[in-house]
């Protein structure tokens, strides 16, 4: 049995057996063993690219500043004051402020699609990254008929909370219509709390726009969540949708090599207008070919999540600057 599947198997059990904070806090210290090697790349790569933008140390040789710079001070007495380059500023970025919500979907369709266990290692993942790289703050939900928090922006981090966190989805939710609206309102109650956020940061001199890393199979109906999209693309708030496409116990060793499996391989009916008759008709159209999040990725693998995310953050902030907001 590899070291994976004992996880697996340990995490069985404790949502079997109910097990107490010490288990929890066991199996949340097997999980973070388990993805370290992934967490640290993360970690690096976001280092690069979510820059610093608060000021905390004081540098430099200024005539006015924050404090003496008291190596400056005799100089400054020997040179009969005219060397009165002795203050120190704030000048150089330091600390990271970005406030990002987590958000992993706990529905049936995910335990179906053989992905709980994936996404929970995904979710430690970034956690442990965003939490070594001292973002700024972090929030995580879960998705269900709604957007339920599990921490919030203001709930600082502890590895008590994280495997509370962990012992929260169970990917058994499955609500009459939950298809159709589960992902709108999560996008409809995500935006509010964004909208809150974001007047807090600007409230404090910040210009960052939070936004938002979703963890899902990727099917929903499509069409109810487009509006809530564009609500947020509006207000710049950027969804990062990670498509979480692990080849299920079902598919063959072959089928799982494919390139073009599991969700790339999913249709839907789409309305099109016949070129030569004009007449509007329904086709079959990849699934993926309206959907409704612009940044998404697929993620089949552990080990492409680091470079998969930090390259469509790249994206965004190139774009973000190339339009000059």
């Given at each position: 049995?590899?070291?994976?599947?004992?996880?697996?198997?340990?995490?069985?059990?404790?949502?079997?057996?109910?097990?107490?904070?010490?288990?929890?806090?066991?199996?949340?210290?097997?999980?973070?063993?388990?993805?370290?090697?992934?967490?640290?790349s993360?970690?690096?790569?976001?280092?690069?690219?979510?820059?610093?933008?608060?000021?905390?140390?004081?540098?430099?040789?200024?005539?006015?500043?924050?404090?003496?710079?008291?190596?400056?001070?005799?100089?400054?007495?020997?040179s009969?004051?005219?060397?009165?380059?002795?203050?120190?500023?704030?000048?150089?970025?330091?600390?990271?402020?970005?406030?990002?919500?987590?958000?992993?979907?706990?529905?049936?369709?995910?335990?179906?699609q053989?992905?709980?266990?994936?996404?929970?290692?995904?979710?430690?993942?970034?956690?442990?990254?965003?939490?070594?790289?001292?973002?700024?703050?972090?929030?995580?939900?879960?998705?269900?008929?709604?957007m339920?928090?599990?921490?919030?922006?203001?709930?600082?981090?502890?590895?008590?909370?994280?495997?509370?966190?962990?012992?929260?989805?169970?990917?058994?939710?499955?609500?009459?219509?939950?298809?159709?609206?589960?992902?709108?309102?999560?996008?409809?109650?995500?935006?509010?709390?964004?909208?809150?956020?974001?007047?807090?940061?600007?409230?404090?001199?910040?210009?960052?726009?939070?936004?938002?890393?979703?963890?899902?199979?990727?099917?929903?109906?499509?069409?109810?969540?487009?509006?809530?999209?564009?609500?947020?693309?509006?207000?710049?708030?950027?969804y990062?949708?990670?498509?979480?496409?692990?080849?299920?116990?079902?598919e063959?060793?072959?089928?799982?090599?494919?390139?073009q499996?599991?969700?790339?391989?999913?249709?839907?009916?789409?309305?099109?207008?016949?070129?030569?008759?004009?007449?509007?008709?329904?086709?079959?159209?990849?699934?993926?070919?309206?959907?409704?999040?612009?940044?998404?990725?697929?993620?089949?693998d552990?080990?492409?999540?680091?470079?998969?995310?930090?390259?469509?953050?790249?994206?965004?902030?190139?774009?973000?600057?190339?339009?000059?907001?």
């Open positions: 049995m590899t070291e994976k599947q004992r996880l697996r198997a340990m995490m069985d059990e404790w949502r079997e057996d109910e097990l107490g904070v010490e288990q929890s806090l066991g199996l949340l210290n097997r999980f973070k063993s388990e993805t370290s090697q992934f967490s640290n993360l970690c690096e790569q976001l280092r690069i690219v979510l820059e610093p933008q608060l000021s905390q140390q004081l540098q430099g040789d200024y005539r006015t500043g924050k404090r003496l710079n008291m190596k400056k001070v005799i100089s400054f007495l020997a009969h004051y005219r060397n009165d380059k002795i203050w120190l500023r704030r000048t150089m970025p330091s600390k990271r402020d970005y406030k990002i919500l987590l958000a992993i979907d706990d529905s049936l369709s995910m335990n179906e053989n992905l709980g266990f994936f996404s929970l290692e995904s979710l430690v993942t970034m956690v442990e990254a965003l939490n070594k790289l001292e973002v700024g703050s972090v929030a995580v939900a879960r998705i269900r008929s709604r339920e928090m599990l921490l919030s922006f203001e709930d600082s981090y502890s590895n008590e909370k994280s495997a509370f966190i962990l012992s929260q989805f169970d990917f058994k939710h499955s609500e009459k219509n939950s298809h159709d609206t589960a992902m709108s309102n999560f996008v409809r109650d995500a935006n509010k709390l964004l909208d809150v956020q974001n007047s807090i940061s600007l409230s404090h001199g910040s210009t960052n726009c939070p936004f938002v890393i979703v963890l899902s199979d990727g099917r929903f109906n499509k069409n109810n969540v487009r509006k809530y999209v564009e609500e947020a693309a509006e207000k710049r708030y950027l990062i949708f990670v498509i979480l496409d692990a080849p299920s116990q079902k063959t060793k072959a089928q799982s090599t494919k390139s499996g599991g969700i790339m391989a999913l249709r839907s009916a789409s309305k099109q207008i016949d070129a030569e008759t004009g007449r509007s008709e329904m086709r079959l159209v990849p699934y993926l070919k309206d959907f409704p999040f612009s940044y998404y990725i697929i993620v089949r552990l080990h492409q999540l680091p470079n998969a995310l930090s390259q469509i953050l790249v994206q965004w902030f190139s774009t973000m600057s190339g339009s000059g907001q």
